[in-house]
T-cell receptor, first 112, second 115 residues
Framework: AQTVTQSQPEMSVQEAETVTLSCTYD???????LFWYKQPPSRQMILVIR????KQQNATENRFSVNFQKAAKSFSLKISDSQLGDAAMYFC?????????WGAGTKLIIKP | NAGVTQTPKFRVLKTGQSMTLLCAQD?????MYWYRQDPGMGLRLIHY???????AKGEVPDGYNVSRLKKQNFLLGLESAAPSQTSVYFC??????????????FGPGTRLTVL
């Protein structure tokens, strides 16, 4: 069965610094999709970044980038130049058929 | 362009009562989903639909029913609410893209409390 594990329940970072959130997953498939979603206090689930497993190049979206290690089944999210607006819960998710399998989330705190 | 909307935003029920949650999307998406989010956990899929008139069970379907009579709407029903169904419910939608390439877009959520 596919599972997604986020081992850091909470992380904190100083404003303007860089932070990395960890995610590991378990799958027997070779082609799949991975996502990071952000959930601010407003509760809205917002897509941050996605990665196709067949692509060796790591995805980037402005200050957000991933370190995708397919052999290690690792999919970490790096946030550069952290801003107060980045404070939120961050969820890693694996796409299986029609279903997204979600990790338990990491709460990111930004210190001013 | 409203995206994905959910009605209501909050609701309190007594055990045994019934209710329907409405999800609407204006992006002409083929796929729609209902998830629940419980404290300390990621989202879990309740039911989903791959097109108008079709529905399928997800990971945690017991106690819920759904209908997709119109492409833009996806209804989630609780026939006899139980305290275990206290949760935040999210609706999502996506285009039909092969191989799981579609990205799901989420509504703002409905907080349901069953007493």
């Amino acid at each position: 069965a596919q599972t997604v594990t986020q081992s850091q329940p909470e992380m904190s970072v100083q404003e303007a610094e860089t932070v990395t959130l960890s995610c590991t997953y378990d799958t027997s498939e070779s082609d799949y999709y991975l996502f990071w979603y952000k959930q601010p206090p407003s509760r809205q689930m917002i897509l941050v970044i996605r990665q196709e497993a067949y692509k060796q190049q790591n995805a980037t979206e402005n200050r957000f980038s991933v370190n995708f290690q397919k052999a290690a089944k690792s999919f970490s999210l790096k946030i550069s130049d952290s801003q107060l607006g980045d404070a939120a819960m961050y969820f890693c998710a694996y796409r299986r058929g029609y279903q997204l399998i979600w990790g338990a989330g990491t709460k990111l705190i930004i210190k001013p | 362009n409203a995206g994905v909307t959910q009605t209501p935003k909050f609701r309190v029920l007594k055990t045994g009562q019934s209710m329907t949650l409405l999800c609407a999307q204006d992006m002409n998406h083929e796929y729609m989903y209902w998830y629940r989010q419980d404290p300390g956990m990621g989202l879990r899929l309740i039911h989903y639909s791959v097109g108008e008139g079709t529905t399928a069970k997800g990971e945690v379907p017991d106690g819920y029913n759904v209908s997709r009579l119109k492409k833009q709407n996806f209804l989630l029903g609780l026939e006899s609410a139980a305290p275990s169904q206290t949760s935040v419910y999210f609706c999502a939608s996506s285009y039909r893209l092969a191989g799981g390439r579609d990205t799901q877009y989420f509504g703002p959520g409905t907080r349901l409390t069953v007493l």
